[in-house]
């Protein structure tokens, strides 16, 4: 059964002008906070059927050993260097995954500390060693970590949700029917590298 889309991540060279940017584009924006290894901060775009955006930039702190270190998604440039699959049972759908053949990595914690100081703590996984895709499971409540205040979730410009990722992919037929296997969200297009390319959104 495939996996529900969770969020993409946007990468934001400045986060305060990235917040902005995307707010002349009317969407509301919120600052989530500062990632447990110190390197990443996020920004969130929080839509009605409970998908995001995540703006990541690097904070300028050199990362923490032993934990998740987020600035990796940031080291191949791009604007579209991530997203996540949200599993509710981690460790199943780790093993479900395995059978079908994908290498998943063991769990990993995570957690950031939002503005107003409450702290969010989820598990992550990794596929084939990389962010696009990962797993990831909600350790405190998950509203905590996507908020569902309607004062967030609508926006100006009538975006209502996420409807999946595009991917470029010099075998598209192979990429097709591996992606199928995770989510039913993911549109394949031939290109000369593998990448992600764009967020196709939809309305309200």
Not at 26 to 38: C, D, L, P, Q
Not at 71 to 91: H, K, N, P, Q, T
Request: net charge negative; aromatic share 8%.
């Amino acid at each position: 059964m495939p996996l529900a889309f969770d969020h993409a991540v946007i990468a934001a060279s400045d986060l305060s002008a990235a917040m902005e940017s995307y707010r002349t584009q009317g969407f509301t924006v919120v600052r989530g906070g500062v990632h447990a290894n110190r390197a990443t901060e996020n920004a969130l775009i929080v839509f009605q059927d409970g998908t995001y955006l995540e703006l990541l930039a690097r904070t300028g702190e050199a990362p923490l050993p032993g934990m998740v270190d987020f600035s990796r998604m940031l080291e191949a440039g791009g604007s579209v260097v991530g997203f996540a699959l949200r599993a509710d049972e981690l460790s199943a759908e780790s093993v479900r995954l395995r059978r079908l053949g994908f290498r998943v990595g063991d769990p990993i914690d995570g957690e950031r500390r939002r503005a107003d100081g409450v702290l969010v703590r989820w598990r992550l996984a990794l596929i084939e060693d990389g962010f696009a895709p990962f797993l990831i499971q909600d350790i405190t409540p998950r509203r905590l970590r996507i908020p569902d205040d309607p004062a967030l979730t609508d926006h100006a410009n009538g975006i209502a949700g996420i409807d999946g990722i595009e991917i470029g992919t010099p075998d598209a037929a192979s990429a097709e029917a591996c992606f199928a296997a995770l989510f039913d969200g993911v549109r394949v297009v031939r290109a000369e590298q593998f990448g992600l390319r764009a967020v196709r959104f939809k309305r309200a």
